[in-house]
């Protein structure tokens, strides 16, 4: 089988170019998204406007203006890839993803589906500050009627986009900057990825490390001081916030006993809360010590380098965590 070693980007790119070229319906909207102006912020749509033309469109700098345009498109039968260029931004769109993309299959007793992608750029450690770097999936997962995407390889970044695209509901698709440039393989006839299932990236017995997004390659990170530790850790890739495989969380956690959830957004109230209650309810009495959850400090994103480094869960913060729950 034949690969190419590319970016996470790149796979997004790929992904784009793949699903344009199947379906004529597909769309790409965005700032700055058409070649002329370099292919949005990160350049994932580099090449499509010259190859597919008036499919891609750049937008004024409105992001109410994107979404709300996603939606009607989508409702007259098109399929459209809109990017809001930080995640931070989508505040200003709240009332279009809420109240109209993520309702309306649902307020029209099923007679209308939105078919959007809502790609967006967000994480710490690139000194972007307060209102460019938050994780807000949780926002997101809370509502009815949306699906929430956070990949962390290029295979998946591909396979997950592809996925996105065909999915009949809105998609949050999340590129985190700290998943973005580390380069690996990803098989030339890489296809979707369902959404909803979770990626097993190392095997263990001892403690179940439940993470996504950015905070997975960190977690990678600390595979060596895992197994330095005498700890076999079992790593996930949650990979869907939501929806988020919950079967295989928890056969994960029935067979371990000890679960450990990371991510980079506000630990209060985060997703791994959820995670936790659901294990809690399945598997009260059956777990050999609480779960724990590692996420931010309830404060915005630092620009200071050092307070940006201490506001991030760190590999060495994991490695704590998980000595914490073996002793």
Known sequence: MSTTKM????????????????????????????????????????????????????????????????????????????????????TVAMDMIFNHAAKLRFMSGGQTSVPIVIRTLTGAGWQTAGQHADHLEGWFAHAAGIKVVAPSSPADYKGLMLSCIQDPDPCIFIESAGTMFIP???????????????????EGTDVTLVTWSSQCIRAQMALEGFA??????????????????????????????????????????????????????????????????????????????????????QPADMIAAVKGLMS
Not at 249 to 270: C, M, N, P, Y
Request: with cysteine.
């Open 228 to 313: 330095e530790a005498g700890v076999s850790v079992e790593l996930i890739d949650l990979r869907t916030i939501s929806p988020w495989d919950r079967e295989t969380v928890l056969a994960s956690a029935q067979k371990t006993g000890r679960v450990l959830i990371a991510h980079e957004a506000v630990r209060d109230f985060g997703p791994g809360a959820e995670i936790a209650a659901t294990i809690n309810e399945e598997l009260f009495g059956k777990l050999k010590a609480p779960v724990r959850r590692l996420g931010a400090p309830k404060c915005p994103v630092p620009f200071a380098k050092a307070l940006e480094d201490a506001y991030i869960v």
């Open 184 to 202: 690996s393989e990803v098989d030339d006839d890489q296809g979707p990825i369902p959404l909803g299932k979770a990626r097993i990236v190392q």
């Open 7 to 90: 970016h996470a980007i790149q796979g997004v790119n790929a992904a784009l170019h793949q699903a344009m070229a199947e379906d004529e319906k597909v769309l790409v909207l965005g700032e700055d998204i058409a070649d002329p102006e370099g292919g949005g912020i990160t350049g994932a749509a580099q090449g499509l406007s010259t190859k597919f033309g008036d499919r891609v469109r750049s937008t004024p700098i409105s992001e109410q203006a994107i979404v709300g345009a996603a939606i009607g498109a989508a409702m007259a039968g098109y399929k459209p890839v809109a990017e809001i260029m930080l995640m931070n931004f989508t």
